[in-house]
């Protein structure tokens, strides 16, 4: 199975911060990587699929880079209603492994 | 508008079975793929098992293969997982979400709870 590992598990960050979370592959997965965002309580939300392609809806202070085994979701201006915990997830093959989230909180 | 309802949750002892279901509105349902993906109380997001739009494919994660298996019926736009020999590591939060293959899983249900326990 591909191993997803996140980086950092938890972050604290100031409205306005500029935020980056990382993700890497132990193998590669070409650009097949997709960014979820989940609240508490709540369904995950789609972000980034194809590991740079913003989902529709998605706001344009998120943004997804990289290929083969590392990539980043990078929140250009954090906002309220981006504190929540973020996954990564492959999907070039089966089974379709997440990272094991990025908690990002209130400093 | 999109809508998946999960529903089929609900306590069961070890050993035990349970039928998940997923009713999909607003879209065309046969042309997904669709997902179910998990979630243990506290825990990360783990995928389950897939099934292509024809039922011509099907996976599993190693975790439930042999005991959970996937199926649809595309005349009545719905998703099912069935689960057999149920352990206690089954117990999660279980969500069903459409598919676009490799492009990632853009919309999910609110999620049905499964607690397995004597």
């Known amino acids: 199975d591909i191993q997803m590992t996140q980086s950092p598990s938890s972050l604290s960050a100031s409205v306005g911060d500029r935020v980056t979370i990382s993700c890497r592959a132990s193998?590669?997965?070409?650009?097949?990587l997709n960014w979820y965002q989940q609240k508490p309580g709540k369904a995950p939300k789609l972000l980034i699929y194809s590991a740079s392609s913003l989902q529709s809806g998605v706001p344009s202070r998120f943004s997804g880079h990289g290929s083969a085994t590392d990539f980043t979701l990078t929140i250009s201006s954090l906002q309220p209603e981006d504190f929540a915990t973020y996954y990564c997830?492959?999907?070039?093959?089966?089974?379709?492994?997440f990272g094991q989230g990025t908690k990002v909180e209130i400093k | 508008q999109v809508q998946l309802v999960e529903s089929g949750g609900g306590l069961v002892k070890p050993g035990g079975s349970l039928r998940l279901s997923c009713a999909a509105s607003?879209?065309?349902?046969?042309?997904?793929?669709m997902s179910w993906i998990r979630q243990a109380p506290g825990k990360g997001l783990e995928w389950v098992s897939y099934?292509?739009?024809?039922?011509?494919?099907?996976d599993y994660a190693d975790s439930v293969k042999g005991r959970f298996t996937i199926s649809r019926d595309n005349a009545d736009n719905s998703l099912y997982l069935q689960m057999n020999s149920l352990t206690a590591d089954d117990t999660a939060v279980y969500y069903c979400?459409?598919?676009?293959?490799?492009?990632?899983?853009?919309?999910w249900g609110q999620g049905t709870l499964v607690t397995v326990s004597s």
């Open positions: 607003g879209f065309t349902f046969s042309d997904y793929y």
């Open positions: 193998e590669s997965v070409r650009t097949y």
């Open positions: 997830q492959q999907s070039y093959r089966t089974p379709r492994t």
């Open positions: 979400a459409r598919d676009r293959n490799a492009a990632g899983s853009d919309y």
């Open positions: 099934i292509s739009s024809l039922s011509t494919l099907v």
